[in-house]
């Protein structure tokens, strides 16, 4: 029925019903936004809702409600907009007060601009893109879930639509009273124009215009939208980085296109425009049908892109118990799978499931607790062997890019972002990531050469990443830190030259003669819904909580005095950090909240055998703590 | 009686000739045939905040200070040519010959067309008005762009910026990369275009800039400023006192042709980990031109320069190398000790001589004005050519290119002083079993410092005190050293160390006594502080071990 998804189809009609009641009813705006909160809230109405991520642009109405997963990839300046302006109506010579929270444009008739009534309020302006490395199935099960959507909320072909339209008419005089009336038959007016020039217009744009417009994605060959979302509400709590799920209105006129164009045309003639650079106004007011904008209505951060698991808190509670019950079979099998991609090695495989399941879960200091990069040393120097482990890993996680660390990529490849002054904005780069990336970086791929300024600039800011997990973004004047989460796996022949937490030493068990075929076979033979528990398992075990109990703490104390007393050589500070942090995610992976004496046992067991594997190498190029 | 007359001058007293001439007081004119005021004045006016008011952060400017007065603090990241902006528009007619002013408050006018002047309109004779360029008044006008500095922004955010209009004297007055606190009108601009378009950017009048930046010499000044050099970094001090002494540089001297350099080069040297590199990086940051380098990564060639032949036109080009670019600043070079010994000559060349040969087309670069600091980490790397071995330093760009204009001279009263201290050193050079080496090189070394030390403190003449700090600092240097080799014996505190320097000097007389002043003359010079000094006087006589007179002049053994 159109009327339970009007919040969905025309929430503008929803926004000007409720300001229409201003005048009893002073805190409206706060009563837009727990409307929607509220709607959201009900059953899985969320999933109605069309993404931006899944459904090409032109199938989405315009000033309709959307939502888009994505990662805050730059901040503008606020910019002040009408909340409330006075408008002459030429026909009937009367005035009228509108609202102008949620839209780019206003509507119809003149603006008195030196009426009394006029309210200037301030919103801020975010460029998302979608989470950059995003992986495939990601999204396909992100689809496979809209799909479930009734099809009336967002309609797959333009038939449809313009017959969803007229029903809308009909139904939008019983739904607005007075001032939104006129509101509804401007809207109607643009439609066709709008229709007509459309769609060619996106088949054509991205051709020719990706050149002359750069989304600024972090990672090359990323595509998909970019938003611009503008945020009405508290936008001092959002993040650069932040991976959002913004349910917002769309709003694609192509007004704000012509803005652009026009302004191109007459920066020359007109002085005002003069102090805005071309390439600001590009950057800043860019093509609504490249770039549309979103007004935010609601916003949630997410704590992961794992849309196999329920994303509010509250759900996820619920949700754990019913997996915490298969979690040991789940890692059984897990551990098997990844020993077999990694050519009968369990116990790199044990070290790669800790890997995938670490997180920074606090930062003391400068110091971040919880990361735990390794090192995957003996990997075959040119072989399709790492560029199938990475499919692998893409497979099991939510986001991951794979960074093959050639000289031409280490010399060329913008890796930390920078400030462009001149179209005031950041340059996106590739270690612009969001939290809880999988970065793999391909060190097998290194040749010997010359590095560059930009070459040595790029290893030590992936030398940062590793030990602090921050990245330092260039803004000329000065740099300014950024702190990230990122799982960064190396693969490399020998000792990697990038410091790493752990260093695991790949020993071959099995030698299949046609390396690629057996690495195909193996990820062929597991079925989705395997992969999915997989996919499952490790989101969970990374989210768990984790104490130590002063029992046990004090255990460790007195096995490290132990150690120290045998042989001091033989346990430094950080290798105690280490083995803690192995306890820690062995533990987790197991699916426990504390670490237990066993699980201290079998943690240092690990270790040792680990450290007996790995070939002994003397300090060779100084990165050695 | 009106002296300097230009242009403008000539018109305003030609149009007051004019009005009073011509004018009939009872006539009423078209209020476009007066002088608009402002055509007729010189002086502008601008506001001054009350030095009581706080900046504001650029992120704290909000819709509530739309159209009015705010102060904000920021770092210029543009700034844009300056370009004259019209505020009077003066036309003349091609018909009647009469003046029409047109004055113009907004960034865009429509210029007018017809003259509306009394004889026209009543002959219609359709008198055309054409723009006189020299009758109008122009204004400067610069647009800046201000961004919040770092530590104003919450962690994870991007920092705000806002756009500033400048108008007359306040343009020039602030160029990229400075520090300004702005004050001004804060207005919205209206965007609009095909629809009446609600979006607005921000933008500021300004009507006063002052670059934060303040000339008051403090007491503890030289202490300040050494220590806002990588405050992050704790301790070493006198390391930062150095690298500080190294930014300014010392005089430099040419008698007779002859050049005696005024750098200062420094080497920073310690175990790994003790924040040379960090020290190094913060000068680079700071220094007004500097050039970052590790010893490992350059070849001499890299570091000095290339001779390149041009693949299209088969010429040889010089191709400026780390070295060349710092020019006139300060090359940092990291990891000293991994360079390549072909490659570090090249830069004993630059170092010492201040020239930079390119063997390969026997060609000389005319100079190379430029300090060098580099860090190394074994000793055996220590240079004859670097005053203090040392580890570390930085200040603020700006104050440090006001103190290098300064050219102070070492008076002919001090050279006495300087000499005898000289002889004191070569002397305790001979019977100390140190392995550094007092020479020449040394005295120059510490005339260089002083200087450095009298630009600092922004004076014209080299003060005794400059010297003894200077000594100090060479000594620190050399203690630094020898701490090396010695740190098996206990170390010394330095009110014992300074109780040993009295009785020394108090001789073994009957009654031992020995001069206040002289003393701490004498301890000052071994690199201790007046306050060590101070502390370790009283620290005695609480034990009884010596009396200090009434008036602190003398000090008596018991």
Not at chain 1, 407 to 426: F, G, I, S
Not at chain 1, 515 to 539: F, G, T
Not at chain 1, 606 to 614: G, H, K, P, W
Request: with cysteine; charged share 25%.
């Amino acid at each position: 029925m159109p009327t339970v998804h009007d919040w969905i189809n025309n929430p503008l009609g929803i926004v000007d019903g409720l300001f229409a009641q201003s005048n009893s009813c002073p805190d409206w705006e706060k009563k837009v936004v727990e409307y929607f909160k509220e709607k959201l809230k009900l059953n899985d109405a969320h999933t109605w809702v069309p993404s931006l991520n899944d459904v090409p642009l032109h199938y989405l109405k315009p000033n309709s409600l959307v939502k888009f997963r994505c990662m805050v990839q730059d901040m503008f300046d606020p910019e002040f907009f009408m909340g409330v302006y006075e408008m002459n109506d030429p026909t009937s010579n009367s005035k009228q007060v509108k609202c102008g929270k949620y839209k780019d444009i206003t509507e119809g008739g003149q603006v008195d601009f030196n009426s009394r009534s006029t309210v200037t309020s301030e919103r801020q302006t975010f460029y998302c893109v979608p989470i950059p490395g995003e992986s495939q199935w990601n999204s396909f099960a992100g689809t496979s879930q809209a799909r479930v959507v009734p099809s009336t909320s967002y309609v797959p072909n333009r038939h449809k639509r313009s017959y969803e339209e007229d029903d809308e008419m009909d139904t939008q005089p019983q739904q607005m009273k007075d001032g939104a009336q006129s509101s509804a038959e401007s809207h109607g007016n643009i439609e066709p124009k709008r229709q007509e020039t459309e769609a060619p217009s996106h088949d054509s744009f991205p051709s020719h215009c990706t050149s002359s417009l750069d989304l600024n994605f972090p990672l090359p060959g990323e595509k998909g939208p970019a938003c611009l979302v503008k945020v009405y509400e508290d936008w001092d709590s959002f993040k650069l980085n932040d991976m959002l799920e913004v349910f917002g209105i769309l709003s694609v006129d192509p007004a704000l296109s012509v803005i652009a164009d026009e302004r191109e045309a007459s920066s020359l003639l007109d002085p005002t425009e003069g102090m805005e650079t071309v390439e600001e106004q590009r950057v800043h007011s860019p093509p609504a049908s490249l770039v549309p904008r979103l007004h935010m209505l609601y916003a949630q951060p997410l704590v992961h892109n794992n849309p196999l698991l329920p994303s509010s808190n509250f759900q996820r509670k619920a949700h754990l118990s019913s997996v915490l019950g298969e979690l040991a079979s789940i890692r059984a099998e897990l551990l098997t799978y990844l020993t077999h991609v990694l050519l009968g090695d369990s116990l790199a495989a044990e070290y790669l499931i800790l890997h995938l399941i670490s997180n920074v879960y606090s930062r003391r200091d400068v110091l971040p607790l919880g990361k735990f990069t390794l090192n995957l040393s003996g990997c075959p120097h040119s072989s399709p062997f790492t560029e199938h482990l990475y499919k692998v890993i893409q497979q099991l996680v939510p986001s991951s890019y794979r960074l093959c660390m050639s000289l031409h990529n280490m010399n060329n490849q913008r890796m930390v972002p920078r400030k462009d002054y001149t179209a005031n904005r950041l340059v996106s780069g590739t270690l612009q990531l969001a939290n809880n990336t999988s970065l793999f970086l391909d060190e097998t791929q290194l040749e010997q050469g010359q590095l560059d300024a930009t070459g040595v600039r790029n290893i030590t800011a992936l030398g940062n990443l590793i030990s602090w997990q921050k990245v330092d973004y260039d803004f000329n004047y000065h740099q300014m830190e950024f702190s990230c989460n990122i799982n960064v796996l190396i693969t490399s022949e020998g000792r990697s030259l990038l410091p790493s937490d752990c260093q695991v030493h790949l020993w071959p068990t099995l030698n299949p003669p046609n390396l690629e075929e057996y690495l195909s076979a193996v990820q062929v033979a597991q079925v989705p819904s395997q992969l999915n528990k997989y996919r499952i398992y490790l989101s969970v075990a990374r989210a768990l909580n984790y104490t130590i109990s002063d029992e046990i703490t004090k255990a460790v104390e007195e096995d490290f005095v132990e150690m120290r007393k045998d042989d001091p050589q033989s346990m430094s500070a950080e290798d105690l950090h280490r083995l803690l942090d192995v306890a820690r995610l062995l533990s987790l992976s197991h699916g426990q909240n504390t670490l237990s004496r066993d699980g201290w046992m079998k943690a240092k067991q690990l270790e040792a055998l680990r450290i007996s594997q790995t070939p002994q190498q003397k300090c060779v190029n100084g990165n050695e703590p | 009686q009106l002296v300097a007359k230009d242009a403008l001058d000539v018109y305003i007293e030609h149009r007051l000739m004019m009005e009073t001439r011509g004018r009939d007081p009872a006539d009423t004119h078209d209020s476009r045939n007066q002088y608009p005021s402002e055509l007729m004045r010189r002086f502008e006016v601008y506001f001054r905040p009350p030095s009581t008011l706080k900046p504001k952060v650029v992120r704290d400017v909000k819709a509530d200070s739309i159209g009015q007065l705010v102060t904000v603090r920021g770092i210029v990241t543009r700034a844009t040519e300056v370009k004259p902006m019209m505020t009077v528009a003066t036309y003349t007619c091609d018909q009647c010959g009469a003046e029409t002013y047109q004055p113009i408050a907004s960034p865009s006018f429509t210029p007018l067309i017809m003259c509306p002047s009394q004889e026209c309109v009543t002959n219609k004779s359709g008198g055309r008005l054409y723009l006189q360029t020299r009758g109008s008044k122009f204004i400067k006008f610069q647009e800046l762009r201000i961004q919040e500095h770092s530590d104003q922004v919450p962690v994870g955010n991007i920092p705000r910026s806002m756009t500033i209009y400048a108008r007359g004297e306040n343009t020039r007055v602030a160029q990229p990369g400075d520090h300004v606190a702005v004050s001004g009108i804060f207005l919205p601009l209206l965007r609009s275009g095909f629809r009446q378009a609600v979006q607005v950017t921000r933008f500021t009048h300004v009507t006063h800039i002052s670059t934060s930046y303040q000339h008051t010499v403090e007491e503890d000044f030289y202490e300040k400023l050494a220590g806002s050099i990588a405050p992050e970094i704790y301790g070493h001090e006198d390391v930062k006192k150095a690298l500080l002494v190294l930014l300014v540089g010392g005089v430099e001297q040419a008698p007779r042709g002859m050049k005696i350099r005024g750098n200062i080069n420094i080497c920073l040297m310690g175990d790994p980990g003790v924040a040379k590199s960090q020290l190094l990086s913060y000068i680079d940051r700071l220094a007004p031109r500097s050039q970052y380098t590790t010893g490992r990564g350059s070849s001499g060639v890299g570091l000095t320069a290339a001779v390149m032949r041009d693949p299209v036109t088969g010429e040889m080009t010089l191709e400026g190398g780390a070295l060349v670019l710092a020019d006139l600043g300060v090359c940092c070079i990291d990891e000293f000790d991994k360079m390549a010994d072909a490659d570090r000559t090249a830069i004993h060349e630059v170092m010492e001589q201040q020239t930079i040969s390119i063997a390969k087309v026997r060609c000389r670069m005319s100079r190379a004005r430029l300090s060098a600091l580099r860090a190394a980490e074994s000793e055996t790397e220590r240079s004859a050519e670097s005053e203090v071995y040392l580890c570390l330093r930085a200040v603020r760009t700006r104050y440090i290119s006001k103190c290098k204009q300064k050219q102070p001279v070492v008076p002919e009263a001090l050279s006495d002083y300087i000499t005898a201290a000289y002889v004191e050193m070569r002397k305790e050079a001979r019977v100390s079993k140190d392995t550094t080496f007092t020479s020449a090189r040394t005295l120059l070394s510490i005339l260089r410092l002083s200087t450095a030390l009298a630009r600092l403190r922004m004076v014209d003449v080299v003060e005794k005190e400059d010297v003894n700090e200077a000594m100090r600092l060479m000594e620190m240097s050399k203690d630094s050293l020898q701490a090396d080799k010695t740190n098996n014996t206990r170390a010394q505190r330095p009110a014992d160390v300074i109780f040993s320097l009295l009785r020394e000097l108090a001789g073994e007389g009957a009654v031992r006594s020995v001069r206040v002043a002289e003393a701490e003359q004498r301890c000052v010079s071994r690199g201790f502080t007046p306050a060590q000094f101070q502390a370790a006087l009283d620290e005695y006589e609480e034990l009884n071990v010596w009396q200090i007179n009434q008036a602190r002049s003398r000090v008596t053994f018991v």
